[in-house]
């Protein structure tokens, strides 16, 4: 079993539409990253959280510690918005950090 | 300067080559990374080096040899690959992790590409 699931794996929305990523993990952690990569290109880090929610432009995360879950929405989904989306989490214990399997968002114009 | 540089960004090598693979950070990190990624699959941990000590080694083959020459600069020496090491290599610096409130935001390269043949 993976130490993060997320959910879904594929995802394709019409431009416009309210997309909603999920994210679960089962170890204890000090951080959860939420990532996009572009097809063969590197990865960008988009948000890091300990707690609560954070915002940036339409991008908008939050996390609950309770429950080990998080979640990505982006609002207002655009074409360029096409990439994969990664969701990370750093240990408790130190350096190690567990990945998400990634979820394939493709927007259609 | 919020960037990690890998060099080079393609690399096509033989069986029987020495090659390597660099990653430059000027954040002050001292948590450097290296990753594996194929192709639709998360990235995969080879290599953590914390305050330019080899803190984790994720069981890789010897034929992957990482170094780290200062708190900046991230190496991995590459000889005698096998075609299934083709892959995308991916550099990342953070903080060193102690504790739920520190900052350990994780910066990536772009990577490099490899393709042994």
Partial sequence: ?109 | DTEVTQTPKHLVMGMTNKKSLKCEQHMGHRAMYWYKQKAKKPPELMFVYSYEKLSINESVPSRFSPECPNSSLLNLHLHALQPEDSALYLCASSHPGQGFRTTGELFFGEGSRLTVL
């Avoid at chain 1, 089962?26 to 990865?43: D, K």
């Avoid at chain 1, 959280?49 to 982006?74: M, P, Y």
Wanted: with cysteine.
């Fill in chain 1, 1 to 109: 079993k993976n130490e993060v699931e997320q959910s879904p794996q594929n995802l394709t929305a019409q431009e416009g539409e309210f997309i909603t990523i999920n994210c679960s993990y089962s170890v204890g952690i000090s951080a959860l990253h939420w990532l996009q990569q572009h097809p063969g290109g590197g990865i960008v880090s988009l948000f890091m959280l300990s707690s609560g929610k954070k915002k940036h432009g339409r991008l908008i995360a939050t996390i609950n510690i309770q429950e080990k879950h998080s979640s990505l929405h982006i609002t207002a989904s655009h074409p360029r918005d096409s990439a994969v989306y990664i969701c990370a989490v750093r240990s408790s214990t130190g350096n190690q950090f567990y990945f998400g399997t990634g979820t394939s968002l493709t927007v259609i114009p």
